[in-house]
């Protein structure tokens, strides 16, 4: 079973900080996906990574993936109350079988 | 399309009843997946259709638990004889091909299952 561990699991900051989440994995996937989930909500896809070293912007969000495709980050500039939420990483290690795997996740609260 | 769609969304049964649930993906993708997700936790892989196919399931999936895909169109999760332990929200997701790129998998809104 491949792992990812997310951390912080949760955090809470005030309107206009900046903020980084992690996800790290000591397993290598092909590519590595980052979702958000509102409460009784399904979660909702921000971004594929697929290249190691790859950065992307999803307007003040920016997602990096580790050159070794085993961990990535999220980056929040500017965190707005309404990027409250739970942030899941999840992982393909590829072959074409399996579903998604996905890390516990952080629950991220911002605070106007 | 309006996206994915999960009936009903909420279910409170009593222990050791049988409930089901439905899923309508995205009418051109041709996988659709369950995932069960408790308080707190993220959501854990249980099964996946391509198409009509069942071609992988969970450990999680204990004897209890069927799924079927008949037309490779809506899918059924069946859990029988329930147990407290059951009490999860149950995600489906479809995707078109693996869902590794482009718009990845798209997800209902969920069905929230107690057993009390």
């Known amino acids: 079973t491949q792992l990812l561990e997310q951390s912080p699991q949760f955090l809470s900051i005030q309107e206009g900080e900046n903020l980084t989440v992690y996800c790290n994995s000591s397993s290598v996937f092909s590519s590595l996906q980052w979702y958000r989930q509102e409460p009784g909500e399904g979660p909702v896809l921000l971004v594929t990574v697929v290249t190691g070293g790859e950065v992307k912007k999803l307007k003040r969000l920016t997602f990096q993936f580790g050159d070794a495709r085993k961990d990535s980050s999220l980056h929040i500039t500017a965190a707005q109350p309404g990027d409250t939420g739970l942030y899941l990483c999840?992982?393909?290690?590829?072959?074409?079988?399996?579903?998604?795997?996905f890390g516990k996740g952080t629950h991220l609260i911002i605070q106007p | 399309d309006t996206g994915v769609s999960q009936d009903p969304r909420h279910k409170i049964t009593k222990r050791g009843q049988n409930v089901t649930f439905r899923c309508d993906p995205i009418s051109e993708h041709n996988r659709l997946y369950w995932y069960r997700q408790t308080l707190g936790q993220g959501p854990e892989f249980l099964t996946y259709f391509q198409n009509e196919a069942q071609l992988e399931k969970s450990r999680l999936l204990s004897d209890r638990f069927s799924a079927e895909r008949p037309k490779g169109s809506f899918s059924t999760l069946e859990i029988q004889r329930t147990e407290q332990g059951d009490s999860a929200m149950y995600l489906c997701?479809?995707?078109?091909?693996?869902?590794?790129?482009?718009?990845?998998?798209?997800f209902g809104s969920g069905t929230r299952l107690t057993v009390v």
């Open positions: 999840a992982g393909f290690s590829g072959g074409g079988a399996d579903g998604l795997t």
């Open positions: 997701a479809s995707s078109r091909g693996q869902g590794d790129s482009g718009p990845g998998y798209t």
